[in-house]
């Protein structure tokens, strides 16, 4: 979905290590064992393993563990191009579950569609990677806001 | 939000059991620390005691866990309605993030707007409790389908 | 739905002139044949008769003029709540719609759920009277951004 | 959008005919001045010229009918898949206004993106078309539900 969209340019020239020193303190990404794999400006890339203990009452992994990595990937797209200074909050999001997360592996890959200076209109697509075939297993739009001045892990 | 809404009555006369048995599969509500504390036909409830495991970068539960047990209490909620041979599987969400989730504990209340055979149209709202004061922290709307034929656990 | 919801005091204590102003330069309103009908703080309430011009190929009222009057009963009732100088713009909503909007005329309640400085989240309910029999044809959830210093009516 | 999508093939051959007789019979898509463009299997677009009686406060296109074209769009290009006997509904739909409608006309393109049996997954983009120069307006993600056995203009 990538090459449609316009280059964007950063506010930030070191937003990747900003980004990733953000998505370090989240403990809740860690326990589901979520990894942020690639990011470019407007975009990012987080991959999950399979793991049973994510998973719901048919084995697949949970509809509410493909949420979480579709908003944090299209959420850290944003912070991609917001200034050095600015954390950002998810407003809202709306998830479409296609298929079951039946895969080794998901990537969620978030890019930015409308960057405003303070609203980020966002959207996400999900893969489920069994033997290295690609099934589209959620898409998500979203909304996200800057708090600038609000620097992340700080009260 | 409840008194509202019509009474429903369940096909199922054992509903409870049996959703208490499909959420006790579910691993990934386990690994959070989610409770299924309340049913009743039509409406569920879901607590979730703060741990910094599951936290996001400014020590407030992540968003994403909001979104799964919203997205869980409002799926089981209409799972109190379907016949005893049938799961539930959500096909999209919507949700707002109104507030950080600032509590000790997180309440989450599902229940169904519209009970149709095919589909359930449902809402969520979470709230965050700090010394008892409770403070609204999300609102979700969902479309929930049901799986006739299809019991939980099975392949 | 109203009975639920804290009330609101308004900032400007002469909301109800400037929103009904603002709904009157609204052509696409009278176009379909809505009217504002009930205004308090923090809530909004449209009316609209059936008419064959504004149906769907089945004879019911088109499912995007559902959305049409629901998005601006919501929308009012946010800028019932907002300062004298300053204008709403609907940032996204979702609708689920229910049933047919089968009615002789269709009911929008707005509300408010949360009245942020910039963002005001809200939602509506939308019913479908006909014999003075209320069917509810339609739930939205909606985030709506304020435009300070930005007047109606203003280029 | 569509290059990177599957092509469809359709159930029903003369998929166009009906489709388009379809919106023929949606007398508030007349209302509103939309034209059913172009139609391909999965996909459907609907523009709109700009007129005073479309409008909202601002002299834009009102948000509910930038709403009322993409619903259908994405409605119509679900109905290209679905078998000569059977028509859609919307089920729900979610939609994020980026831009003012500020154009001559609006061309609002659907897609499908998940074709089921019982329920299409789909989306749409609307652009506002300014002296040629094309700026997105808004984006959709919606899902539709399939009434087998039901033809459109049947009671």
Redesign the interface.
Known sequence: ?R??LPLFQPKDPDYAARVRA?FD????????GAELVELEPGYAEIHLAHD???????GY?????V???A??AAGYAANTLTPHDT?V???????????PADGQRLVARGEV??PGR??L?T?AEVFAVRDEKWA?CA???Q?I?AMHGKK??T?
């Open positions: 979905m090459h449609e953000s303190m989240q403990q809740a990404m860690q326990l589901i049973p203990k994510i998973t719901q009452q048919h992994i949970h509809g509410g563990v949420g979480m990595i908003d944090s954390s909050l998810t407003v809202e999001y709306k998830l479409n579950l296609l298929a569609i409308k303070t609203l209109i959207r589209l898409v998500m739009q909304t806001m992340d892990g009260a």
